[in-house]
């Protein structure tokens, strides 16, 4: 309750516009009409102008893409609003940064997430006793719960995937992305099954789960493990009873953390998770030292 007013101004942030969408204008900022009227979320970014902190680089990237300019720009500001900045997850075409793009994507985690927020605010509006919002936001989880099993889950690979709207079809993109519906329960028992064995058979590394499949060069890419990524991933599958593997991801994870610690006397930003000897490596940026998401992350897991 006490912190309702916020979650509000949250929801309505990612909402902004839904009132203006139809079948004739399907996208506004943030919101997204499917075909059939239902309504899930994107990254974007109003201004479509060169990032100030890597204002060169947009340029030339600019100079190099069949995009508009403000097209691209658009894209890798919204990139960096997932925070997933970067990763070939947002690339239309293998590994080639000219095609970013995010905002014809609708993200498994982004409406996970948005999930979770429509059913905590339902939860608020129950102690204010506001039946009607109440059961409003419940209903609004409810559906959503059902788009992202529907149109992110890609029944050729068994995996929850980003859904690509102007092509009505998902990615073909594995990311760890795809265990978010497993953390917030929104995952089928059989997705959840299938997700397991796809992370335990094509994720898991010596040093925990790999963010994705694909070496890009991008520091959201293989062989890099984060460590928020590791928690959803290791709490998802223990909410669905997978606890051997969660409990193989987070030993690996432990011991590679305490092993660069103890080598360096530092915690990371990220880790190469392929190679034991290597602290981390590959990004749009020097490895940062010290983090607090590794902290918390290892922290809570090495009291589990």
Not at 117 to 123: C, D, F, G, H, I
Not at 168 to 187: D, E, M, V
Not at 188 to 212: E, I, M, N, P, Y
Request: hydrophobic share 40%.
């Amino acid at each position: 309750e006490k912190y309702l007013p916020a979650l509000e101004k949250e929801y309505d942030f990612w909402m902004a516009g839904v009132e203006k969408l139809s079948l004739e204008n399907p996208t506004h900022r943030r919101v997204v009409r499917l075909q059939d009227g239902t309504v899930l979320n994107r990254y974007w970014d109003d201004r479509e102008g060169p990032r100030p902190e890597s204002y060169p680089e947009d340029l030339e990237l600019a100079e190099e893409s069949s995009q508009t300019p403000e097209d691209l720009y658009r894209n890798l500001r919204a990139a960096c609003e997932s925070g997933w900045d970067f990763s070939a997850r947002w690339f239309g075409e293998g590994s080639d940064f000219k095609t970013i793009r995010t905002t014809e994507l609708i993200p498994v985690d982004l409406n996970a997430l948005l999930f979770h927020l429509e059913e905590t605010l339902a939860a608020a509006y129950r102690l204010q006793k506001n039946a009607s919002k109440s059961m409003d936001f419940e209903a609004k989880a409810q559906k959503r719960k059902e788009a992202v099993r529907l149109y992110c889950w890609n029944v050729q690979t068994d995996f929850f995937e980003d859904y690509h709207f102007p092509s009505q079809t998902p990615t073909g993109i594995p990311t760890l992305a795809a265990a978010y519906p497993l953390f917030f329960n929104i995952a089928k028992d059989s997705q959840a099954a299938a997700v397991a064995v796809r992370v335990q058979r094509d994720f898991l590394q010596a040093g925990g789960v790999v963010t994705t499949l694909m070496e890009s060069g991008q520091q959201w890419d293989f062989p890099n493990g984060w460590a928020p990524l590791q928690w959803v991933s290791i709490e998802g599958l223990r909410q669905y009873g997978f606890d051997s593997i969660a409990k193989k991801i987070s030993d690996n994870w432990t011991a590679l953390n305490v092993k660069v610690y103890k080598n360096t006397g530092k915690m990371m930003e990220k880790y190469n998770v392929t190679d034991m000897d290597l602290g981390a490596g590959g990004g749009e940026y020097p490895v940062q030292d010290g983090f607090g998401w590794t902290n918390g992350v290892l922290l809570k897991l090495l009291k589990a």
